[in-house]
T-cell receptor
Framework: DSGVTQTPKHLITATGQRVTLRCSPRSGDLSVYWYQQSLDQGLQFLIQYYNGEERAKGNILERFSAQQFPDLHSELNLSSLELGDSALYFC???????????FGPGTRLTVL | QQPVQSPQAVILREGEDAVINCSSSKALYSVHWYRQKHGEAPVFLMILLKGGEQKGHEKISASFNEKKQQSSLYLTASQLSYSGTYFCGTELAGIQGAQKLVFGQGTRLTINP
């Protein structure tokens, strides 16, 4: 158990819908990362937050947005969902110095 | 921009050594290594910053050759628990303070008894 929690574990929804994925970092970690993993695209870095501020942005679509709240939990919002958005979404956390990262168990999103 | 990993897959017997390479066509600021077992989340192994350093602990170590824009992951006297898919993630040089990781396609390592 890494100490990073993600909810929900599984999510099944339809095209065009909007969903929110939630991540709670390890106690004391200030940084949160979001990743997407699919068979087609492989592992992709989406976005990183540090203490509430966006620190780095990867291949995150305009239909996707994220934020980190004052209690340091983070949410990833996916809207106008397409079939190709079906993937595993991982959250990871770290203290923010880049020396280590701890991954949550992931949320499996299926878009029908 | 995606780094290229080689080999794509390797099968070893327990106790043998393995080397996994990660090459970029652009200058790198850092290289991150992860291992992922089937059905599980990735596990962070280590990060190497430009400067040609080598890092590691016990039987898993890595090097970063800045001039060749390449990193290698070394697994010595492999154990069954080393099986999984190994990913490298690279950050390009010149983008200070912004971590935009790009991952390789992965190397599947199978360790047999």
């Amino acid at each position: 158990d890494s100490g990073v929690t993600q909810t929900p574990k599984h999510l099944i929804t339809a095209t065009g819908q909007r969903v929110t994925l939630r991540c709670s970092p390890r106690s004391g970690d200030l940084s949160v990362y979001w990743y997407q993993q699919s068979l087609d695209q492989g592992l992709q870095f989406l976005i990183q937050y540090y203490n509430g501020e966006e620190r780095a942005k990867g291949n995150i679509l305009e239909r996707f947005s994220a934020q980190q709240f004052p209690d340091l939990h983070s949410e990833l919002n996916l809207s106008s969902l397409e079939l190709g958005d079906s993937a595993l979404y991982f959250c990871a956390s770290s203290v923010g110095d880049g020396t280590s990262e701890y991954f949550g168990p992931g949320t499996r999103l299926t878009v029908l | 921009q995606q780094p290229v990993q080689s080999p794509q897959a390797v099968i070893l017997r327990e106790g043998e050594d393995a080397v996994i390479n990660c090459s970029s066509s652009k200058a790198l600021y850092s290289v991150h290594w992860y291992r992922q077992k089937h059905g599980e989340a990735p596990v962070f192994l280590m990060i190497l910053l430009k400067g040609g350093e080598q890092k590691g602990h016990e039987k898993i170590s890595a090097s970063f050759n800045e001039k060749k824009q390449q990193s290698s992951l070394y697994l010595t006297a492999s154990q069954l628990s080393y099986s999984g898919t190994y990913f490298c993630g690279t950050e390009l040089a010149g983008i200070q303070g912004a971590q935009k990781l790009v991952f390789g396609q992965g190397t599947r390592l199978t360790i047999n008894p």
